[in-house]
């Protein structure tokens, strides 16, 4: 399957269509701002109000959005299944 889409390193879904450009996952409400490898996950991420990515993913897992403030915004479950998801190990 080849959606053209790039994977969000917060919420593992296939989400965006580009990387390291600032936007922001529709899934989780993470700001994809190249935090991406591993070894910055617990690096606190400015455009994402110093949240790291590690708790970012956590957050996701737990409450289905990088933060509960962003809950609100974030797609709902059913637009997400139609999305191609790669659950990572961090
Ligand atoms: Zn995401």
């Not at 879904?13 to 701002?33: M, N, R, T």
Request: glycine fraction near 6%; aromatic fraction near 8%; hydrophobic fraction near 40%.
């Amino acid at each position: 399957m080849n959606d053209g889409l790039t994977q969000c390193d917060c919420c593992d879904y296939f989400a965006l269509s580009v990387k390291g450009e600032w936007e922001i996952c529709p899934v989780c409400f993470w700001e994809d701002d190249r935090l991406g490898e591993v070894i910055e996950a617990d690096i606190k991420s400015g455009a994402n109000h110093g949240l790291t990515l590690r708790d970012a993913r956590a957050n996701f897992l737990l409450l289905g959005a990088c933060c509960r403030e962003m809950l609100p915004h974030v797609l709902p479950a059913e637009a997400r299944e139609r999305l191609r998801y790669a659950p990572r190990n961090l």
